[in-house]
């Protein structure tokens, strides 16, 4: 499987569309984090070690949260991209009531 389908389908798991699911993956080529991976996008996934795929998945998760915030912040799938436990403590903040304190 290409690097950029692996990446798009596991965008497409979290509950992005299959359209907004590329357009996270043209800002993360586009940005600092991703512009080493641009050209290598096209390339199976299983010629690089299980890790980098790993730490590319770390930075499209975290590109595809910029892309929320930027595009649709109120998205449904938002707290799937966030970092747990912290950030989901914090999403889940405004959802306490006196008997779930």
């Given at each position: 499987m290409?690097?950029?389908?692996?990446m798009a389908k596991a965008?497409?798991?979290?509950?992005?569309?299959?359209?907004?699911a590329e357009a996270v993956l043209k800002q993360y080529v586009e940005s600092d984090l991703?512009?080493?991976?641009?050209?290598r996008m096209?390339?199976?996934?299983?010629?690089?070690?299980?890790t980098m795929m790993t730490i590319v998945g770390m930075g499209?998760?975290?590109t595809a949260l910029e892309w929320i915030d930027a595009n649709c912040?109120?998205?449904?799938?938002?707290?799937?991209?966030?970092?747990?436990?912290?950030?989901?403590?914090?999403?889940?903040?405004?959802?306490?009531?006196?008997s779930n304190k």
């Open positions: 290409k690097i950029k389908d692996k965008l497409f798991d979290r509950g992005l569309f299959e359209e907004q991703g512009k080493e991976m641009a050209n096209e390339d199976d996934e299983s010629d690089y070690p299980p499209v998760k975290q912040p109120k998205h449904w799938a938002r707290p799937l991209f966030m970092d747990a436990p912290a950030d989901f403590q914090q999403a889940l903040k405004g959802a306490e009531t006196p």
